[in-house]
């Protein structure tokens, strides 16, 4: 299994499991820290599920 298979299968469970702050329309500005390291996160997994 390569790792972008990996980080594919990681931002599905992402996706399933983890809030979507969008939806929620959450400002940056006042997000807590856990909120920041959550986005952060699925940003990371994201960006390395889309690399090739």
Do not use: E, H
């Not at 972008?4 to 940056?28: E, M, Y």
């Not at 006042?30 to 390291?37: H, I, P, V």
């Amino acid at each position: 299994m390569g790792t972008t298979t990996l980080f594919r299968i990681l931002a599905k469970i992402n996706r399933i499991f983890l809030p979507s702050f969008t939806k929620s329309r959450l400002d940056l500005a006042q997000a807590k820290k856990w909120q920041l390291a959550l986005i952060g996160w699925k940003y990371y997994v994201t960006c390395r599920a889309v690399d090739q």
